[in-house]
């Protein structure tokens, strides 16, 4: 079965500190790998996105993800953390046909403390 | 550059009122076109999605129906709502010819009373 798990449902993370988020998934074909990031009342913004080569991807905001094929893994990182990133996080993995949908896991809530 | 238009924002409607909720995509051509919903905790579930004009896929048997009358519109519809119909709607749409990253439109918050 499809499906992207999101270990965490909630992070605290002072600010100025590191962060890392991790992601799951079960595909049962080349998978195409993303991270969103939504805040409150709103709708889901792409942070980055792996369909191959490097798979160290570089996002906006300073985050980065690395995929794993042998760990069947995503996680996001970034260096140092700011005030302005406490929101939910969403991974998700999809296909290149066209007529799929993205799978997302059930996200995981950021909260930074001062 | 495309653009996605959801609406309204928020909507608060009666137990066994009818639904219409509106999407758009503007700056794009045969796009594929997906209608989620979130609840709190849940992440994000696939309840439509839709490749061309007329065609519609359902993921989640329920209350609910969508419909694409034109290339770039899709309208998920109720007959009569539930509460358990309230949650958080997003629409969201890809490339029609390959299968890229989703972009989503802003959301409607509905709450069914």
């Known amino acids: 079965a499809q499906s992207v798990t999101q270990p965490d449902i909630h992070i605290t993370v002072s600010e100025g500190a590191s962060l890392e988020l991790r992601c799951n998934y079960s595909?049962?074909?080349?998978?195409?790998l993303f991270w969103y990031v939504q805040s409150p009342g709103q709708g889901l913004q792409l942070l980055l996105k792996?369909?191959?080569?490097?798979?160290l991807v570089q996002g906006i905001k300073g985050f980065e993800a690395e995929f794993k094929r042998s760990q069947s893994s995503f996680n996001l990182r970034k260096p140092s953390v700011h005030w302005s990133d406490a929101a939910e996080y969403f991974c998700?993995?999809?296909?290149?046909?066209?007529?799929?949908?993205?799978?997302f896991g059930k996200g995981t809530t950021l909260s930074v403390s001062s | 550059s495309q653009t996605i238009h959801q609406w309204p924002a928020t909507l608060v409607q009666p137990v066994g009122s009818p639904l219409s909720l509106e999407c758009t995509v503007e700056?794009?051509?045969?796009?594929?076109l997906y209608w989620y919903r979130q609840a709190a905790g849940r992440g994000l579930q696939l309840l439509f999605y839709?490749?061309?004009?007329?065609?519609i896929s359902s993921e989640v048997p329920q209350n609910l129906s969508a419909s694409r009358p034109q290339d770039r519109q899709f309208i998920l519809s109720s007959k009569k709502l539930l509460l358990s119909d309230s949650g958080f709607y997003l629409c969201?749409?890809?490339?029609?010819?390959?299968?890229?990253?989703?972009?989503f439109g802003q959301g409607t918050r509905l709450t069914v009373v």
């Open positions: 969201a749409w890809r490339m029609g010819d390959r299968g890229t990253e989703a972009f």
């Open positions: 595909y049962g074909a080349t998978p195409y």
């Open positions: 792996y369909f191959s080569g490097d798979t």
């Open positions: 998700a993995v999809g296909a290149w046909q066209a007529g799929t949908a993205l799978i």
């Open positions: 700056g794009t051509s045969n796009p594929n």
């Open positions: 839709s490749v061309g004009i007329g065609q």
